[in-house]
Structures are given as C-alpha cells and as structure tokens.
C-alpha cells in the first residue's frame, strides 16, 4: 500500500526559503513520476511541480518557476520541493502525489506552509 | 495552457438526488486525460475518474464519468450523505497541469 509522508511546513518570513518532503513507502520512486500540489485558504487546488520517473525531467506551474525545485533523494526514497523567495501568496497545504504517467493516484495528507511577516 | 471551467459553483441537492457537475476545457484534452478529484475539509483530494470515464480503485459505481474533447460530466447517481464535498477536474495530458475551479456539493 502506497503512503506519502509530507513535513517540513512551517511559518516563514516572504524573501525566506523552505524546503519540503515526502517520505514514500510502498512505491519505489525510481519507478513513478511525482506531484507537488498545493491549496491556499480559500482557494481551489493548484499544481506545483512535476518530477518524471527517471529523476531528470522537470516540469513547474508559472508561478513558482525559478523559484521552487522539485527533486528526490533515491537512497531515501523521498521527494523534495525547495521553495526560495516565498511570498504571501505561496501560503498552502503542500501535498505530494504519485503519479502514474501524469496521473496524480496516490496523495499525502499535506503539509501547511504559512508565509508572513 | 488548457483552461478549465467547472459549473455550478455550488450545487445545493439532498441525499438521494442525482447531481450532474460540468468541466468545460479552453481546448480539447489530448487523449480524454480528464480527471476527477473529490475533497473534504481537512483531507487529501481522493481520486474518483481518470482518462474521463474510468473509476479508480475503491470508487462506487454510483459516480460515474463521460465526455470526451472539451466537454466532460461527472454524474453521482444517488447522492449518499458522504458525497458531500468539493469536486475538482483536472487535465493531465499538457504542461501546465490545471485544475477547474472546483464544484461544492451542498446538502439543501
């Protein structure tokens, strides 16, 4: 059974810097392209990122490109999200996702991140 | 980037009704790559349809999707008290992946 661990939220001052993330069991991540999504108060779901299963081929929404990277850690079968230049509007649960080619199938519980000053 | 518009905003129904949510695309979705997603307060989205008429896993036959292009349903048959939720779409087959707005269903 798949499971998806997000931590790392917290409250962070705009300008400062976060990195996120999700523990996997039950999936290899070598095998599977992972989500980063996210859900500001208020607000619909909007997706983040995208790493594709072979580690290398990334894809983000507009409005983080250039300042958040998606990446995993093999040994540790984990997935990250850094997230530098935050601003208020990045305030959300941050959930991970597998997916099954673009297909997000599996979800973590989330992780709030809070940016203000 | 495919644009996503989902109608009603809120949809008022009550246990039993059938409820019928629209997602309407900027273009067509390559390969019906529409999903639909149902979230409840405080939880994880759930994925309920994929490829815009496959249930996942789990899912209840009362839900149901169809569609194809740039017009899709989600159809819940007979609304059980825990259908009561935030519905989203979302299209899967281009970079940006893009999410609807997002249809409350209410118990009226």
């Known amino acids: 059974q798949v499971q998806l661990v997000e931590s790392g939220g917290g409250v962070v001052q705009p300008g400062g810097s976060l990195r996120l993330s999700c523990a996997a069991s039950?999936?290899?991540?070598?095998?599977?392209?992972m989500h980063w999504v996210r859900k500001a108060p208020g607000k619909g779901l909007e997706w983040v990122a995208l790493?594709?299963?072979?580690?290398?081929?990334?894809y983000y929404a507009d409005s983080v490109k250039g300042r958040f990277t998606i990446s995993r850690d093999d040994s540790k079968n984990t997935l990250y999200l850094q997230m530098n230049s935050l601003r208020t509007d990045d305030t959300a649960v941050y959930y991970c996702?597998?997916?099954?080619?673009?297909?997000?199938?599996?979800w973590g519980q989330g992780t709030l991140v809070t940016v203000s000053s | 980037e495919i644009v996503l518009t989902q109608s009603p905003g809120t949809l008022s129904l009550s246990p039993g009704e059938r409820a019928t949510l629209s997602c309407r695309a900027s273009q067509s979705v390559p390969s019906n790559y529409l999903a639909w997603f149902q979230q409840k307060p405080g939880q994880a989205p759930r994925l309920l349809i994929s490829?815009?008429?496959s249930r996942a896993t789990g899912i209840a036959d009362r839900f149901s999707g169809s569609g194809s292009g740039t017009d899709f349903t989600l159809t819940i048959s007979r609304l059980d008290p825990e259908d009561f939720a935030v519905y989203y779409c979302?299209?899967?087959?281009?970079?940006?992946?893009?999410f609807g707005g997002g249809t409350k269903l209410e118990i009226k």
């Open positions: 039950g999936v290899t991540l070598t095998n599977y392209g």
């Open positions: 996702a597998k997916a099954s080619g673009w297909l997000a199938d599996s």
């Open positions: 790493l594709r299963y072979d580690g290398i081929n990334k």
């Open positions: 490829d815009a008429s």
């Open positions: 979302q299209q899967y087959a281009t970079s940006p992946l893009t």
